[in-house]
């Protein structure tokens, strides 16, 4: 059975870096498109950074761009989420995804999820 496992997560200050790693089992990893989401409570899950089954596309939203950065190491099926220059808005549960869809990811098309990393940034 597919999993996923997030970790990296925790408290920071403002303008604090924090690296996310996602770690799939279960599954052929580099069929699969990987996306980092994140939560706050009462609000819909939303999309953070994207990136192909080869790592050779990768996808953000605006609100991270220039800022965060995906990457992906297929020989260790591990998915990561490089933040820099945290703001308070940045916090959030951040959840990686796989989908096999020839989509690329979306809340919508994901086939697995994780359980989420906790990143807290305060002033």
């Known amino acids: 059975q597919a999993q996923l496992v997030e970790s990296g997560g925790g408290s920071v200050q403002i303008g604090a870096s924090l690296r996310l790693s996602c770690v799939a089992s279960?599954?052929?990893?580099?069929?699969?498109?990987m996306g980092w989401f994140r939560q706050t409570p009462g609000t819909e899950r939303e999309f953070v950074a994207s990136?192909?089954?080869?790592?050779?596309?990768?996808v953000y939203a605006h609100s991270v761009r220039g800022r965060f950065t995906i990457s992906r190491d297929n020989a260790l099926n591990t998915v990561y989420l490089q933040m820099n220059s945290l703001k308070p808005e940045d916090t959030a549960v951040y959840y990686c995804?796989?989908?096999?869809?020839?989509?690329?990811?979306?809340?919508?098309?994901?086939?697995?999820w994780g359980k989420g990393t906790p990143v807290t940034v305060s002033w």
């Open positions: 990136i192909s089954r080869s790592g050779s596309q990768s």
């Open positions: 995804g796989a989908t096999d869809s020839m989509y690329a990811p979306s809340r919508f098309n994901i086939n697995f």
């Open positions: 279960g599954l052929t990893f580099s069929n699969y498109a």
